[in-house]
């Protein structure tokens, strides 16, 4: 795993009215590397999540991206660096077929005779779509289908090709296996392994520790909006990390019974 960390949040704090929904957190993901975010309801994550993508602003606190000191709080700051939101597959067009989802916003338009000629160039955006999930090993009859007549694995994959669409550096994932079935929920976790061995800093949103556990390097456990345990999966049992979610046993003797600060 690279040193220098793709993002590195240090002290930030959100408040909404009465609520303070992240006091002091500290946050890091390196290329390469899955990062679960794991918590209660309200615990802070996708609060966590929206400052990365730009979604909201801080109150306080330091983003670095590779290592340079970096102001978010507008989603297209966070896309122009090459961090990805992959929303939830009902982001997704029914109407539209694969292609038409992945070049959503961004359709190729058919150039030829010195300049543009009034209508999209199927053929190429067809061709990268079909280059893209082969990539990404996604498995469709093809990229003409519609999206309407796809699994809830074959969607949700769709909406992290569609993420990918852009050659982020960064994905984040909010829930991405809630819903699906075994084998949907295991084409999903392949996938977001697959953007791992390409060299992605990825952080996913889970309350499913058996799917945290089969896909990530590290989980975060956040409590109450701060940033309570961290864990090296390889040497975490679920037990501990159940404790720190809930609270039963202070965060610091959590984080060092498996040698990790919080
Ligand atoms: N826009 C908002 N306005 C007011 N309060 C908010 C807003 N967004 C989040 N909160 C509050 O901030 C706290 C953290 O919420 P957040 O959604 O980040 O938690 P979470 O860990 O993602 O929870 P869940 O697992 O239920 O999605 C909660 O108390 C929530 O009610």
Request: charged share 20%; net charge neutral; with cysteine.
């Amino acid at each position: 795993m690279s040193k220098t960390a793709l993002l590195s949040l240090r002290g930030i704090s959100k408040r909404f009215g009465a609520v303070q929904a992240l006091t002091k957190v500290d946050f890091e993901v390196h290329p390469g590397e899955v990062v679960a975010l794991v918590g209660d309801n309200g615990a802070g994550k996708s609060t966590l999540i929206k400052v990365i993508s730009g979604i909201i602003p801080i109150d306080e606190g330091e983003i670095l991206f590779e290592g340079k000191p970096v102001t978010l709080g507008m989603p297209q700051k966070s896309t122009s660096l090459g961090i990805a939101t992959v929303y939830q597959d009902l982001a997704l067009c029914d109407n539209l077929d694969v292609v038409g989802n992945l070049f959503l916003g961004r359709e190729l338009a058919a150039k030829g005779m010195g300049g543009l000629l009034g209508w999209l160039d199927e053929t190429t955006m067809e061709r990268q779509s079909a280059e893209l999930l082969q990539r990404l090993s996604v498995s469709i009859p093809s990229a003409r289908t519609q999206v309407a007549s796809l699994s809830g694995g074959q969607r949700q994959s769709i909406a992290v090709a569609r993420a990918m669409m852009g050659s982020p550096k960064m994905v984040l994932l909010d829930e991405p296996t809630a819903a699906l079935g075994v084998a949907q929920t295991r084409q999903v976790l392949d996938l977001i392994r697959r953007l791992r061995e390409q060299g992605l800093g990825v952080v996913v949103i889970s309350h499913n520790l058996a799917d945290v556990f089969s896909v990530a390097d590290r989980i975060i456990v956040m409590r109450l909006g701060r940033r309570v345990a961290t864990f090296d999966v390889k040497a975490a049992k679920e037990v501990e990390v159940v404790s720190a979610i809930t609270g039963a046993i202070p965060s610091g003797e959590r984080a060092q019974s498996v040698g990790v600060q919080p």
